[in-house]
């Protein structure tokens, strides 16, 4: 039968040696590091050191463009989102004060209009001007889209058919009739994108008589 533990045996000269104790529980020990210093931590009923789950790395944030109501604090970008879109435009001249002037004419009265841009948390890229009117065609309200425009650097990712889009849902729900625009007559690009938003060609021809 082995020696127990604590259990005295009796050597040649008749001294007595204490058998060591048998090590039965382990979790209670302390792990020795690289150097031979206990770890501290918790450990588990096998003994091993119980490693807290890492904790996850930040994400990075994505500043997506997201379409929201104009503020009249946004009217320096707007103007000059208008400019840009004047200046590549057979039918208008761009000038700074008469832009100006007719985006504040919506903003301060929201019952002429609505005024959307695509934002960032930084900047506008982009914006659509949507002016009420009635239609006895119809019978209700309608919608006149203008100024549909995207910052040239953040042109081809998708962002003026956030602006459409959002449009014509606005539309729906406010039981719009109908949302009628103008387009550039030259530019077969920008025909085929309304047109792919459901935006068919009238047999209406546009006359207008400028008043000053």
């Keep these: 039968m082995p020696p127990q533990s604590g259990a005295g045996a009796q050597t040649s000269d008749g001294q007595t040696v204490v058998n060591p104790p048998i090590i039965t529980e382990y979790r209670n020990f302390p792990r020795l590091g690289k150097i031979g210093v206990p770890q501290a931590g918790k450990y588990d009923r096998f003994g091993f050191m119980e490693q807290a789950p890492a904790a996850p790395l930040p994400r990075k944030r994505i500043d997506l463009p997201r379409v929201e109501p104009a503020t009249i604090e946004d009217l320096p970008a707007l103007t000059e989102l208008v400019m840009e879109l004047f200046a590549h435009s057979g039918d208008f001249s761009p000038d700074r004060g008469t832009q100006e002037r007719g985006l504040r004419l919506i903003l301060e009265q929201p019952s002429r209009g609505r005024i959307f841009v695509l ?27 203008e100024d549909v425009v995207v ?12 602006l459409v889009k959002y449009v014509i849902e606005f539309a729906r729900q406010k039981d719009f009739k109908r949302i009628t625009l103008l387009t550039d007559r030259i530019s077969a690009e920008s025909q085929h994108f309304f047109h792919k938003h459901g935006f ?13």
């Design 200 to 212: 068919e060609y009238s047999n209406m021809i546009p006359m207008r008589l400028i008043l000053g």
């Design 151 to 162: 910052h040239p650097d953040h042109r081809g990712l998708g962002y003026g058919s956030m």
């Design 119 to 145: 934002r960032t948390d930084h900047r506008i890229i982009g914006m659509v001007n949507l002016l009420f009117t009635i239609s006895t065609a119809r019978g209700g309200f309608v919608l006149l889209m």
